[in-house]
């Protein structure tokens, strides 16, 4: 029986993936540079360690990726706080569902945890959910288990009691590796084979979670 829901963040609720990619072109157009769209969806749903492993294979090992990584945010920030924060379709009918049926939320996210508390206040996300950890509050980052196992621990639930929302590749293997069922709602990357198998069900969109649950 489902108990608790483990949310991603990025491009799960929020549609952050896209506007991150046209953050990376602003930023490195300075620079001269570009990234191909097949690029950036390698570096979905990994931490900042697997980030930096392929930017630096990409761009060479001088490639200053802290402070591009600080400009891409800058750049977020000012569409965030000019146009609101940009909510996945189904977010909230789906929270309130949740929320209305006493299940347990806690997003687990590769985002640090001052981006996380930023964003949450800007949308009114903060009332949906029980708890949060965040990428700087863990040891090993997505593929690995640990920040969903940690989730099941902070809700005082078993993982065969847990259900995560995810939409990279890198968030369905962690899943997958925590013995917890994942739901995958893809965005700009569908799942090769290996980690669409992984997945307990893929679905479109978060209103398709909401009417998995009401079905239930």
């Not at 157009?29 to 931490?47: D, E, V």
């Not at 200053?64 to 990584?69: F, G, P, R, S, V």
């Not at 509050?137 to 847990?162: M, N």
């Amino acid at each position: 029986m489902i108990k608790a829901v483990i949310f991603d963040m990025d491009g799960l609720m929020i549609d952050t993936e896209r506007l991150a990619f046209e953050g990376y072109q602003h930023v490195l157009a300075k620079s001269g540079l570009t990234m191909s769209l097949n690029f950036y969806r390698k570096l979905l749903g990994k931490p900042v360690a697997g980030i930096s492993e392929l930017i630096y294979k990409e761009y060479g090992e001088d490639f200053d990726i802290k402070n591009t990584i600080k400009e891409i945010h800058e750049y977020m920030d000012e569409v965030f706080e000019n146009k609101g924060i940009p909510l996945k379709k189904g977010l909230l009918e789906l929270l309130r569902y949740l929320k209305e049926h006493d299940y347990k939320t806690i997003v687990a996210t590769s985002s640090k945890r001052h981006r996380v508390d930023h964003i949450f206040k800007l949308a009114g996300l903060n009332p949906y959910f029980d708890d949060s950890i965040c990428g700087d509050e863990v040891v090993r980052g997505k593929p690995d288990p640990e920040v969903f196992l940690k989730s099941c621990e902070k809700l005082g639930v078993k993982p065969s009691e847990a259900l995560v929302l995810e939409d990279s590749e890198a968030g369905i293997n962690a899943a997958y590796s925590a013995a917890i069922k994942v739901i995958c709602i893809p965005d700009l990357k569908y799942p090769e084979p290996e980690f669409a198998g992984m997945a307990y069900k893929i679905m479109n969109d978060l209103l398709e979670v909401r009417d998995f649950f009401n079905q239930g």
